[in-house]
């Protein structure tokens, strides 16, 4: 839904430089060269020089081709050297047709020989791109627009092979064309041609230059307005329940309006003075070309030039005024590109606030135990969260952990799985410091079902088989009937190939959960996070997820993010949290005997909802 810009019909599109960026032209260019010139692949080299060597022979055969028309019409005119009088005109007119014909021949030819290069680059930068953004940490996940951003990837990306095609086979030829014309001129007629040429040239260069560089402002702002309608409603249709639940679609549509609104201001002004650009150079040109085509006819009335040459300067003249236009355009669309490619690698520059150590090694769990040794952590320098925690979970032991919100609960079970980097102290797992293991056998080693689980817009199949790269159909049913969600599955009508749709929202809390449950015990970790993972189910299926999530527990390390005390009465070790330390730990019946925190919390919520507690054990 977001808003696109449409040139006009006539005149030459509209392709300026859309958005600023910090990166210079020069920095992008070298950039892109590697994707162009790859180390360790010469079928690319060689499929790049042979496009260029096409190009040179075919702007040879674009300059020889008027000579065919001069000759043509001197024959016919009966004025033409002795071997034009000898082919005939009609020789010469078929000449100068296979001539036209080797021309384009030659131009796709370099067309299919680049093609692959330009794509494959398109290839690599997407992929190392898309890689590098799973690669940022979640600080800048939780903060970014995923609209905003996926503008930038799409119009970086695709300024990558538009950069490469049109720098290499438009910017050069048209220098090569217009300086092997300019020698023609100088050579067969006479300086003055050669002067009006220069002069067309430049004064088309140059106000061209000026006139687009004035519009950048004005396409940065209408860039700018068209990257926050595309966020305003991505936004909205991820959020699509809440529009509803609140009976908001009046108020999204004119917030969406107004958005649409701004950049329809910014829109305008791009086309009004588009209009002055195409005009002024059309001025240019047609002044150029109506000057050397008068010189030229002057020529044939004096006698110093034949119909022939009059109408070679013509055929020149329009040969310059073509890529001459097509100047505007590809200058204009350049320079897009750099700008939008300059967003992209801006991003590719973002660092990633965890990484791994140059020595990381792979983590080796042997037991599972986990510490945190005098953690410290906040989210802001200036707001702590975590202050000097201390905390042991043996190695196969359920250990859950309570307090109010805010306390540090969640921030727990992100240094564990290292979305962040502890700023103070050091979390262990088998006493190995999370900051010496690469992230990616950490990952491996850690399974986490989170409070909400959030499903791929795919089957059911898929989403389960996530939890392991190369699961079978029976290690999928297999997860499945771990999870108790087996049956359930075999009751819709496309069994495992049914579409979840965007999020899961075609499933259920509990139906979600149980196949998040699902792809987790598929991935088999032996440590096992669950962060709040029934709060967001009602009583029932709470109490048969949690059957689950015991038996998925068994062997394992598992550490429980929780509110509901009812969820935790089991665990080996409730921890409760306030403020970022431990100000209680010990099992159900422990901590309710201490009559402390954890009781006045017990007590509360059983007050709060009798029915749903359970005995006191």
Same mark, same amino acid.
């Given at each position: 839904?977001?808003?696109?810009?449409?040139?006009?019909?006539?005149?030459?599109?509209?392709?300026?430089?859309?958005?600023?960026?910090?990166?210079?032209?020069?920095?992008?260019?070298?950039?892109?060269?590697?994707?162009?010139?790859?180390?360790?692949?010469?079928?690319?080299?060689?499929?790049?020089?042979?496009?260029?060597?096409?190009?040179?022979?075919?702007?040879?055969?674009?300059?020889?081709?008027?000579?065919?028309?001069?000759?043509?019409?001197?024959?016919?005119?009966?004025? #033409?050297?002795?071997?034009?009088?000898?082919?005939?005109?009609?020789?010469?007119?078929?000449?100068?047709?296979?001539?036209?014909?080797?021309?384009?021949?030659?131009?796709?030819?370099?067309?299919?020989?680049?093609?692959?290069?330009?794509?494959?680059?398109?290839?690599?930068?997407?992929?190392?791109?898309?890689?590098?953004?799973?690669?940022?940490?979640?600080?800048?996940?939780?903060?970014?627009?995923?609209?905003?951003?996926?503008?930038?990837?799409?119009?970086?990306?695709?300024?990558?092979?538009?950069?490469?095609?049109?720098?290499?086979?438009?910017?050069?030829?048209?220098?090569?064309?217009?300086?092997?014309?300019?020698?023609?001129?100088?050579?067969?007629? *006479?300086?003055?041609?050669?002067?009006?040429?220069?002069?067309?040239?430049?004064?088309?260069?140059?106000?061209?230059?000026?006139?687009?560089?004035?519009?950048?402002?004005?396409?940065?702002? @209408?860039?700018?307005?068209?990257?926050?309608?595309?966020?305003?409603?991505?936004?909205?249709?991820?959020?699509?329940? &809440?529009?509803?639940?609140?009976?908001?679609?009046?108020?999204?549509?004119?917030?969406?309006?107004?958005?649409?609104?701004?950049?329809?201001?910014?829109?305008?002004?791009?086309?009004?003075?588009?209009?002055?650009?195409?005009?002024?150079?059309?001025?240019?040109?047609? &002044?150029?070309?109506?000057?050397?085509?008068? @010189?030229?006819?002057?020529?044939?009335?004096?006698?110093?030039?034949?119909?022939?040459?009059?109408?070679?300067?013509?055929?020149?003249?329009?040969?310059?005024?073509?890529?001459?236009?097509?100047?505007?355009?590809?200058?204009?669309?350049?320079?897009?590109?750099?700008?939008? @490619?300059?967003?992209?690698?801006?991003?590719?520059?973002?660092? +990633? *606030?965890?990484?791994?150590?140059?020595?990381?090694?792979?983590?080796?769990?042997?037991?599972?135990?986990?510490?945190?040794?005098?953690?410290?952590?906040?989210?802001?320098?200036?707001?702590?969260?975590?202050?000097?925690?201390?905390?042991?979970?043996?190695?196969?032991?359920?250990?859950?952990?309570? #307090?109010?919100?805010?306390?540090?609960?969640?921030?727990? #079970?992100?240094?564990?799985?290292?979305?962040?980097?502890?700023?103070?102290?050091?979390?262990?797992?088998?006493?190995?410091?999370?900051?010496?293991?690469?992230?990616?056998?950490?990952?491996?080693?850690?399974?986490?079902?989170?409070?909400?689980?959030?499903?791929?817009?795919?089957?059911?199949?898929?989403?389960?088989?996530?939890?392991?790269?190369? +699961?079978?159909?029976?290690?999928?049913?297999?997860?499945?009937?771990?999870?108790?969600?087996?049956?359930?599955?075999?009751?819709?009508?496309?069994?495992?190939?049914?579409?979840?749709?965007?999020?899961?929202?075609?499933?259920?809390?509990?139906?979600?959960?149980?196949?998040?449950?699902?792809?987790?015990?598929?991935?088999?970790?032996?440590?096992?996070?669950?962060?709040?993972?029934?709060?967001?189910?009602?009583?029932?299926?709470?109490?048969?997820?949690?059957?689950?999530?015991?038996?998925?527990?068994?062997?394992?390390?598992?550490?429980?993010?929780?509110?509901?005390?009812?969820?935790?009465?089991?665990?080996?070790?409730?921890?409760?949290? *306030?403020?970022?330390?431990?100000?209680? &730990?010990?099992?159900?019946?422990?901590?309710?005997?201490?009559?402390?925190?954890?009781?006045?919390?017990?007590?509360?919520?059983?007050?709060?909802?009798? *029915? &749903?507690?359970?005995?006191?054990?």
């Amino acid at each position: 839904m977001s808003p696109s810009y449409r040139a006009p019909v006539s005149g030459q599109t509209d392709g300026a430089s859309t958005s600023g960026t910090p990166s210079s032209g020069l920095r992008i260019i070298r950039r892109v060269i590697p994707y162009l010139w790859p180390q360790g692949e010469g079928w690319i080299k060689r499929r790049v020089v042979l496009a260029l060597v096409m190009l040179v022979v075919a702007k040879l055969v674009a300059v020889g081709t008027p000579f065919f028309y001069k000759a043509a019409v001197d024959a016919l005119a009966g004025e #033409g050297a002795a071997w034009m009088l000898a082919l005939g005109a009609v020789g010469l007119t078929v000449a100068y047709g296979v001539a036209r014909l080797m021309e384009i021949a030659f131009q796709e030819l370099r067309n299919v020989l680049f093609t692959r290069v330009g794509q494959r680059a398109l290839r690599k930068l997407a992929l190392e791109t898309f890689a590098h953004i799973h690669r940022l940490s979640l600080r800048y996940h939780i903060t970014r627009k995923t609209g905003g951003l996926s503008r930038i990837i799409e119009r970086g990306v695709k300024g990558v092979e538009f950069l490469l095609r049109f720098l290499l086979f438009s910017i050069f030829p048209l220098m090569l064309q217009l300086l092997m014309i300019a020698v023609i001129f100088f050579v067969m007629f *006479d300086v003055w041609y050669l002067a009006a040429v220069i002069a067309t040239i430049s004064l088309y260069v140059w106000f061209t230059f000026r006139i687009t560089e004035w519009r950048v402002k004005q396409r940065r702002e @209408m860039n700018r307005q068209d990257t926050d309608a595309n966020q305003k409603a991505i936004d909205s249709l991820l959020n699509f329940e &809440t529009v509803k639940y609140f009976n908001a679609e009046d108020m999204e549509a004119r917030r969406y309006d107004s958005a649409m609104a701004q950049y329809e201001t910014a829109a305008v002004a791009t086309n009004y003075s588009l209009a002055f650009l195409n005009f002024g150079q059309a001025f240019l040109i047609t &002044t150029g070309l109506v000057v050397v085509m008068v @010189m030229a006819a002057v020529g044939v009335q004096n006698g110093a030039l034949t119909v022939g040459d009059f109408v070679l300067v013509n055929a020149y003249m329009i040969q310059i005024t073509m890529p001459l236009n097509f100047l505007g355009t590809v200058y204009r669309e350049i320079r897009q590109a750099l700008v939008d @490619m300059g967003e992209m690698f801006d991003l590719l520059d973002q660092p +990633a *606030d965890v990484t791994d150590a140059p020595d990381a090694r792979p983590l080796q769990v042997s037991g599972g135990e986990i510490r945190f040794e005098q953690v410290q952590f906040g989210y802001d320098p200036a707001r702590p969260i975590l202050k000097g925690l201390d905390l042991t979970v043996r190695a196969g032991q359920t250990v859950a952990v309570i #307090g109010p919100s805010g306390s540090g609960k969640s921030t727990i #079970g992100r240094l564990l799985f290292r979305f962040y980097d502890v700023t103070g102290g050091a979390v262990l797992i088998d006493g190995q410091d999370l900051r010496s293991v690469t992230q990616s056998s950490l990952h491996a080693a850690i399974g986490v079902v989170p409070q909400d689980t959030v499903l791929f817009n795919d089957t059911i199949a898929y989403n389960i088989a996530y939890g392991r790269d190369g +699961a079978t159909q029976q290690d999928i049913e297999d997860a499945a009937r771990a999870a108790r969600i087996h049956d359930f599955i075999c009751s819709l009508p496309e069994g495992y190939d049914t579409a979840v749709g965007e999020r899961g929202l075609k499933l259920s809390g509990g139906e979600k959960q149980r196949v998040g449950i699902a792809r987790t015990l598929l991935k088999n970790p032996p440590i096992l996070l669950l962060d709040e993972a029934t709060s967001a189910l009602d009583t029932r299926t709470e109490q048969s997820i949690q059957e689950s999530l015991r038996q998925m527990g068994q062997g394992r390390t598992v550490i429980t993010i929780a509110h509901r005390l009812s969820t935790v009465v089991d665990a080996d070790l409730i921890v409760v949290l *306030d403020d970022g330390h431990i100000v209680e &730990t010990g099992t159900h019946n422990q901590l309710l005997a201490r009559n402390g925190q954890y009781s006045e919390m017990w007590a509360r919520q059983r007050a709060d909802t009798p *029915d &749903t507690q359970g005995a006191t054990r």
